[in-house]
Every structure is written in C-alpha cells, then in structure tokens.
C-alpha cells in the first residue's frame, strides 16, 4: 500500500461552488479520505504541498479522435462533409508509428491542458486491426492517461453514404472514390472481436469500445453487429448522430425516420450508449435517448469550426439525457483544450435565446465536464468527482496565476476564465504525470522531432490524397449545401424552425 497526502489545497466543489482548504489522503491509485487542513496520514504517506492549489476534478473529454492530432490546422472553410472528403489527405497512409505518434501527441495536450481521462474514437483504414489499436491503447498507457479506446468502422464509404452524393460526381472521380470502400462488414467485426477479445491493458486505465461512425454509413446489420459486440464483452457503443443538417437529412431519406428513432428501433441505445454532438436532435430524439439512460458527448468548438450548428443542451437535460463535453478530434477543432469546451458548452448554451434562464450554469457545465463525461465513458462511479473512493485524478491549478487573481467565484472562474494556463500539476490515478508545469512520463523533445519527421513523410505520400480532396471539393462542397437545404424540423423553444 503506497500513501500520498496532498496539503494545504482548496478543494472545489462544483455543486456547492466553493473552495474550501482540505487535504486528500490518497491509498495507491484512490482517494480514501477528505479531512480538514492538517488531518492525520499514516507515517510513511509521501506529502505533497497543494499550497495556493486550487484542486478540481480531471476534466473528461467524452468525444476526440486520437488520429487527428497530426492534421490540426490542415483546414479552414471544412463542413463536416469536406472534413470527410479530406481523411485520405489528412489521415492517409498512417504507419503504425504515425498512429503512436499522433494519439500521444493529443494526450500530451489533454493532460497539460487538466484533462486526465478521454473517449478516443480511433480510425484505421480499410478495418481497424489489433496491432493498430494496441498501439493506440500503449499511447495513452505510456502518458499516464485514462482513455476509452473505441475503433471507428462502417461498412460504407462516406461516398456510398449519402444519398446522390455518387450520382453527382463524374465517372473519373466515382471511379476514384471507389478505391476508397471500407472492408467487407464481416472482417471488421471479427477485428473487433479479437481487439475486444484479446486487449492488453489494464482496463481500468485502458479499456476498449465499439464506435459504428455514423449511423447511414453503416448497414443495420453492421450496426446490429457492432451491438452484439458491445454487449457481449460489456463495453460502450458510440456513434456520431444528427451531427450535421446534412446527416439528419440523409437519415429521413433512407430511414423515413430520424436516425436515433432508428437506432431505437434496432434496440441498440442504452445506458451505454454515447451520440456524439446530437445538434439536430429533435424532442422526440431526446426523450428517447433520456428514457434509455444514454449520454450525449456535446463538441461545441467543433459545431461551430465545421459549421454544424449548435446543440441544445437544456433541452437534453429536461429530458435527462446524460450530457458529456468534448473537443472533437483536432483535424477539426483544432486544439485539445477541455476549459475551451466547457467555455464554448456555457457560451453556445446563451446564444440560442434571450432566456437566460434556460442557459446553461457555468456549475452545469463543469459537471458535464466532469461527472456527465465520466458517465458517458462508463466510469461515472470511479472518475469525475473528488471524493473518498473515486480515482485520484486531480488537476492543481496555480491561484497566484492571472486567471485566479482575484478569486471571485470558483465555479465561474473555472469555466469562464481558466484556458489551461494555470494548470501546474497533474495527479492520474495517484501518479504525478505534470509536476510544476513539467511532465514526467513523455521526452517531449523526443516526440516533437518525431511528430516532425511524420509530418514531412506524410505531406509526401498524401500528395495524391491532396490532389483528390481539390478535385472533390468543388462537388461535395455544392452537393452537400444543397442537400442541407431540404426542409427539417426541430422543435426548439416550442417553436418549430426550418
Ligand atoms: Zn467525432
């Protein structure tokens, strides 16, 4: 049994919004007790100063893309449709080590920036396979950080998955995107099945999941495979719903349906079940999802940069859904910056409506940050609070920075202020990862010349993907707007908006 007292700290409380100084005994990887300033610890417990510390909870990023970190900033003008005409451009030709490279590259970010826990939807083209995932998995196993690691699969190209969206490209370029059909739906759930199977890591630092993308790019059977999957080895199911108009518009098409009253229909939501961004979700999506005990990973930085719209938390909360926060993968948010996302969840929250009463609280919005996501990777009982038998994932934020200065109200602080830059130390499970802004587990300089040298090998043999994506744009970029331009109605405020 290994002891750690942390000292002299304040401890925040997001409920109750205060910050009141209390030391945390810690017993190997959880915290065992909460005492006042100066409570006893066994004799050999290692002390640890959390003097002008401000304590808070490990912020859980419930939706990232751990592939996307070498492709931040890579574009601009993208909707989310151009994003995907973009992958094989951006995330083409990824060795095993590029894979490595860009997964620790983006848990680097998220532990300097106090995040300490993630839900990484991991893509690998053409099936996901076990070397591939197990490298992902030792990436977040190397940093020090807690992740849910789920493969992202479908069974139909993004090409095949909108409906005209073929028929609207020229032979050439058909012929062009054909290349880029996904394995057949049998071989990607038997990788699945010897990932889920066979993983390596300790779950409780590293577990697995099941991620069938988007709803339309994937085949009822291919999903209801996925299902049994998940069900079977007792791991969570993800999958980006009603992201954007063009995604909600594509579902009625093929389903006559939304995709979450499809998704219902199949008997696949659940208290495991997560839906990344939901922004078109109508009423009836939320009850449905609320009624199942499912969650919502809300992306506001990544609504807003591809232009998806924004998503109506309150209405998800009355209607209990679980509401998580993410970033979204940097390839299109662009950063891993989980007090941006908490900012941007209280800011997207106050724009839909002059009233502020259904606003979201900034008390609400670290929750969601903290418990909502933690529930949303299926941990909510171990991580997401401070508290006598929860994990000791802690983030110390430094009160002398000018972020804390002066202390007003330390809930509001957190999520209207706090950007990242006050974060000075780091604890995951009890083990220091950021010690005084350094961290201890990763040679950064070491990952800085390597993330170099993948980036001018990749610019190489992506040059080809390159030149595709330009060739698309013309046409997925006034397809897809046109498509969104159908008629769609979302209740919002009791109204109904086109
Ligand atoms: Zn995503």
Redesign the pocket.
């Known amino acids: 049994m290994a002891y750690t007292i942390l000292r002299s700290g304040r401890l925040l409380d997001i409920a109750a919004g205060t910050a009141e100084f209390a030391d945390i005994l810690i017993e190997d990887d959880t915290i065992r007790e909460i005492g006042a300033p100066g409570c006893p610890a066994p004799a050999e417990a290692i002390e640890i100063s959390a003097a002008r510390r401000l304590l808070h909870p490990g912020l859980v990023n419930a939706?990232?893309?751990g592939h996307g970190n070498l492709a931040k900033g890579m574009g601009d003008r993208w909707t989310l449709e151009l994003l995907l005409s973009a992958a094989p451009w951006i995330t083409g030709n990824r060795t095993a080590e590029d894979k490595y490279l860009s997964t620790q590259l983006g848990a680097v970010e998220m532990v300097m920036k106090g995040c300490t826990a993630c839900y990484d939807?991991s893509f690998d083209w053409p099936a996901p396979t076990h070397d591939g995932l197990a490298r992902v998995g030792k990436a977040y196993a190397d940093v020090g950080m807690r992740a849910v690691v789920a493969p992202?699969v479908a069974d139909r190209s993004f090409y095949e998955a909108i409906p005209g969206l073929l028929d609207a490209l020229p032979s050439s370029l058909k012929e062009q995107v054909a290349e880029l059909r996904l394995a057949p739906a049998e071989m990607t759930l038997a990788a699945i099945r010897t990932a889920l199977r066979d993983w390596p890591f300790d779950r409780d630092q590293v577990r697995p999941a099941v991620a069938p993308t988007i709803p339309h790019h994937c085949s009822d059977a291919f999903i209801l495979g996925c299902a049994a999957l998940a069900r079977e080895f007792d791991v969570g199911l993800h999958s980006?719903v009603a992201?954007s108009k063009v995604q909600a518009v594509s579902g009625i098409r093929l389903y006559g349906r939304t995709q979450t009253a499809h998704l219902d229909r199949l008997g696949v939501l659940g208290p495991h079940f997560t839906v990344?961004?939901g922004v078109w979700l109508d009423e009836e999506d939320m009850a449905r999802l609320g009624d199942h005990g499912a969650s919502v990973a809300h992306?506001p930085g990544?609504n807003m940069r591809l232009g998806s719209g924004l998503a109506d938390t309150r209405a998800m909360l009355e209607r209990r859904v679980n509401v998580g926060i993410g970033t979204?993968?940097a390839n299109?948010a662009d950063n891993q910056n989980m007090y941006e996302a908490m900012r941007l969840a209280s800011f997207v929250s106050k724009v839909q409506g002059p009233d502020w009463r259904r606003w979201l609280s900034t008390r609400e919005a670290a929750l969601a940050a903290t418990e909502g996501s933690a529930r949303a990777l299926g941990i909510g009982d171990r991580i997401g609070r401070l508290a006598p038998s929860y994990k000791a994932d802690i983030v110390m934020l430094d009160l002398d920075h000018p972020n804390w200065l002066p202390l007003n109200d330390p809930v509001n602080q957190l999520v209207h202020t706090e950007d990242g830059t006050a974060v000075a130390s780091v604890m995951i499970g009890g083990r220091l990862i950021v010690d005084n802004r350094k961290l201890l587990t990763v040679d950064f300089d070491r990952l800085r010349d390597r993330v170099a040298a993948a980036r001018e090998r990749l610019a190489a043999a992506n040059a080809d993907n390159r030149r595709l994506y330009e060739a698309l744009e013309p046409v997925v970029g006034s397809y897809c707007p046109g498509l969104a331009r159908t008629p769609y109605h979302v209740h919002r405020y009791g109204a109904r908006l086109e």
């Open positions: 939706h990232t893309h939807l992202m980006h992201e990344a961004h992306n990544s979204d993968g299109c």
